[in-house]
C-alpha cells in the first residue's frame, strides 16, 4: 500500500512540475506577444516596411519553443491533438515569409483574414451557445461580429487596411495577453458584465 501512495504522490509530482513548465513556456510567449503588441500600436507605420521579418521571426519563434516543449512532453504520443504538426506548419510558413520580403505582405494579410474568420467564426459560435444556455452573450457577440468584419476587410483590400490591423491587432494582442497572464476575478467580472 505504502509503495503505491508513493507511486501517486511522485506522479503528482510529475504532474505539477510539468504544469509548472508549461504555464512558464505559455507566459514567455505570451510576454513576447504583448512586446509585439505594443511594437504594432507605436510603430505601425513604419512595421509595414519590416512586417515579413517581424512576423516571420514571431511565428518561429512562439512555434519553435512550443514545439520544442509539444516533442518533450511527448504529444506524438496522442493522435488526439495535432499540436506538432501546427507548430511544423507556423514554423514553414514563419520561414517562407521570411524568405518572400515585402512580397510577403498581401500573404501575410490573407493568413490573418482567413485565422480572424476562424476565430471570429468560433467566438459567433460560442456567442450562440452562451445565449441558448441563458449565459452571457453580448461581449462575446460584438467582439466575433468585429473580428470578422476586420477579417474580411483584410483580405479583399491586403495593401490598404494593413497598418489599421497592425494597431488592432496589438491592442488585441495585449488585451488577450494580460487576460492570460493574471486570470484573475477582475477579468472573470468584467467577461460576466459583457
Do not use: C
Request: aromatic share 8%; no cysteine; glycine share 6%.
Amino acid at each position: 500500500m505504502e509503495d503505491f501512495l508513493e507511486q501517486k504522490n511522485k506522479e503528482q509530482e510529475q504532474s505539477k512540475n510539468k504544469d509548472k513548465k508549461k504555464i512558464l513556456i505559455e507566459k514567455l510567449n505570451t510576454l513576447i506577444l504583448i512586446l509585439i503588441g505594443f511594437l504594432n500600436i507605436v510603430y505601425a507605420n513604419k512595421l509595414t516596411s519590416i512586417l515579413p521579418i517581424i512576423i516571420g521571426t514571431m511565428m518561429i519563434l512562439t512555434s519553435g519553443i512550443t514545439l520544442i516543449y509539444n516533442i518533450w512532453q511527448k504529444e506524438y504520443q496522442s493522435l488526439e491533438t495535432m499540436k506538432i504538426p501546427e507548430n511544423i506548419v507556423t514554423i514553414i510558413l514563419g520561414i517562407s515569409i521570411l524568405f518572400k520580403g515585402n512580397n510577403a505582405i498581401p500573404f501575410i494579410s490573407i493568413i490573418w483574414g482567413i485565422s480572424g474568420l476562424r476565430k471570429g467564426t468560433k467566438g459567433l459560435d460560442v456567442a450562440l451557445y452562451n445565449k441558448v444556455h441563458k449565459n452571457k452573450f453580448l461581449g462575446e457577440l460584438l467582439h466575433a461580429i468585429f473580428e470578422i468584419v476586420i477579417s474580411i476587410l483584410l483580405i479583399y483590400n491586403p495593401f490598404e487596411k494593413i497598418t489599421e490591423h497592425l494597431v488592432l491587432l496589438g491592442i488585441e494582442m495585449i488585451i488577450n495577453s494580460i487576460k492570460f497572464i493574471f486570470k484573475d476575478e477582475t477579468y472573470k467580472e468584467i467577461d460576466e458584465a459583457l
